[in-house]
């Protein structure tokens, strides 16, 4: 059985390291003892280091950090990327996302890693394979949406839908990451239920700031007449006509946030409240083996981030055959 983890670490940087900050996301990891990590928000300060130094800093920081939680990042490195750290970012923003793995249980399919940035991500994206004994390598993806463009977030789940496909199919591969925005996910319907409902509630109903149109269509905010739902499109790509699961609403799990458990002045104000935007999506072999699903929320982990780390466990036995090459 593999555990799968997702954390979105808040502005983790090289200089933090030793500090009870650092420490608090360190042991949170521990706790979680994952066999594969997906990681988002190494920083660089892009004002004091050189552009073409940012890459060798956010290495060196994503090494150092995947030493503590007893995990690596660790790949061969070639002459195109030099720093041999499975990482991404965006070429113009010094925020990187990465995969990290149990050395002693998960192994890299050689040559499979590719960082992806601008202009198809806002935040980079990691992407690696892995060899877990199943039929075909399992396809990780470590992502972090465009925080501010509902219309971006959408493209760039068709981005990752192309790099996904297969003539005919879907290869075998999870998506796991902060996707700042609410899943288009739908809970199982209830025989009395003429319909069935979203997993995740509508949290902006009554909200009035300025961030809205960042999560809301804009002809609907502030109109009496119209009620100000989540934009979902992203999602809605992904998991359309089965292409992939949200690992919650998949197996029915009670519901928990991901963020809002941070007060205003704790990090960056957050206007949005309670909300489970950390989410795992398996594409439609993985789905039946996916045994389990969980937030973090023990008192260190909620210390470390405004993100909670979330977890699924897989069994690769149960990993069904893509569907075949047409």
Request: neutral net charge; charged residues 25%.
């Amino acid at each position: 059985m593999l555990k799968i983890g997702n954390y979105n670490a808040y502005k983790l940087s090289l200089d933090a390291r030793g500090t009870d900050a650092w420490n608090a996301r360190v042991a949170a990891v521990c706790e979680l003892a994952p066999d594969i990590l997906g990681f988002q928000e190494g920083v660089v300060d892009e004002d004091a280091t050189p552009h073409d130094q940012w890459d060798a800093q956010a290495a060196e920081t994503i090494s150092a950090f995947a030493t503590d939680c007893r995990l690596t990042a660790a790949v061969a490195a070639t002459p195109g990327r030099p720093h041999g750290v499975a990482m991404a970012a965006n070429a113009h923003r010094a925020w990187y996302t990465a995969v990290l793995w149990n050395p002693d249980t998960m192994t890299p399919v050689p040559g499979s890693y590719r960082p992806l940035g601008s202009p198809d991500f806002w935040h980079g994206l990691t992407t690696i394979d892995f060899d877990i004994g199943a039929a075909e390598p399992l396809t990780v993806f470590s992502y972090h949406g465009d925080p501010f463009r509902p219309n971006w977030r959408a493209e760039e789940s068709l981005r990752i839908k192309g790099l996904l496909r297969i003539t005919g199919g879907v290869r075998p591969a999870l998506v796991i990451g902060d996707f700042n925005a609410l899943s288009a996910a739908l809970r199982r319907r209830r025989w009395w239920q003429l319909r069935r409902k979203y997993y995740d509630p509508e949290p902006y109903l009554k909200q009035r700031h300025d961030d809205l149109e960042y999560q809301v269509p804009p002809s609907q905010i502030g109109k009496w007449y119209r009620r100000q739902l989540a934009d979902r499109r992203q999602t809605k790509n992904l998991l359309r006509r089965g292409y992939m699961v949200d690992v919650a609403a998949h197996l029915g799990a009670p519901w928990q946030a991901t963020v809002g458990h941070w007060e205003d002045g704790q990090g960056d104000p957050d206007p949005w409240g309670r909300r489970r935007i950390d989410l795992i999506l398996a594409s439609r072999p993985v789905a039946p083996a996916v045994t389990g699903y969980g937030v973090l929320n023990s008192e260190t982990a909620l210390k470390g981030s405004d993100h909670r780390i979330i977890w699924s466990t897989l069994d690769p036995s149960l990993i069904t055959a893509p569907e075949a090459r047409r």
